[in-house]
């Protein structure tokens, strides 16, 4: 089990004032007063290297919990939660949020702040606190959804873990930065197609879900955002880490036929080319044009004798 669960957070000593609250916000939501407010309270300023913008519009978090399409059975994995804005909006239509944050004063803070904002619903948050990347398990019930705001500088990896770890995931809405959105969710053939569309589309159906505007953060970030849906769906014939491998080694140098892109992985040229046909792939077909599955043929072709020598 992964350290720190929301009990054991719940021992910090910060200051416990009550947050502002508007009538914007009647339904317990953070907006930007309080957001500042807490920040201030925990002395907290955002850093770049945690990917730390937090969300502090209320219609904003209102869009992503409708979009989400979650049901009053659903348990739901956050990450970065940051000072709970999106957990209050999760934690209102689902059955229970397992919350991961990587910094411990935020992780602190956030079972106080449901239980000031919404104290008949504190009992569905658990805390936890660890870097997403590095979890290997995670306490209570098993989650059915992801809805993150995930930190741009890692959200690529940090959904692909937990794609991989959590196989009870059945649906994700994740919000990211808008170029990696548009990578995310790219067909093949499509200028944003790349490893990260072709190892997404190993979990699930992934669609682009709308744009979210800069100004609903704070601080500003410098980039445009939007949100990715996911469904799950069954994995490809074949073997994950094979697949992968044949993925990265395809779209290492984008410009070349798979011929020349495979060399390496397939041993030489030649034998990158007899798998290929193997796999019913034209040798001359770029990376870009290959679906999952096209890969996971290619993965499992069996690799030529002596190719390598």
Known sequence: ?????????????????????????????????AIRELA???????????????????????????????????????????????????????????AVEIDPRLAGQLPRTVADRLPALADRLTVVTADALRVTELPGPAPTALVANLPYNIAVPVLLHLLELLPSIRTALVLVQAEVADRLAAAPGSPAYGVPSVKAAWYAD??????????????????DSGLVALTRRPAPAGDRLATF????????????????ALARWAGSPAAAETRLRAAGIDPTTRGEQLSVTDFARLAATDPVPGAGR
């Open 1 to 33: 089990m992964v350290p720190g669960s929301g009990a054991a957070a719940a021992t910090s000593t910060t200051d416990r004032r009550p947050l502002s609250s508007t009538p914007e916000q009647a339904d317990g939501l953070l907006g930007p007063a």
């Open 40 to 98: 201030q309270q925990l002395d907290l300023r955002p850093t770049k290297a945690l990917g730390q913008n937090f969300l502090h519009d209320a219609n904003t978090i209102r869009k992503i919990v409708r979009t989400a399409d979650l049901t009053a059975d659903d348990v739901v994995c956050e990450v970065g939660p940051g000072l709970g804005s999106l957990t209050l909006g999760l934690l209102a239509v689902s059955a229970h949020v397992t």
């Open 206 to 223: 992934v669609r682009r879900a709308g744009a979210v505007p800069r100004p609903v953060f704070w601080p500003v970030p410098n980039v």
């Open 245 to 260: 491998a044949a993925i990265d080694a395809a779209f290492a140098t984008r410009r070349k036929g798979l011929r020349a």
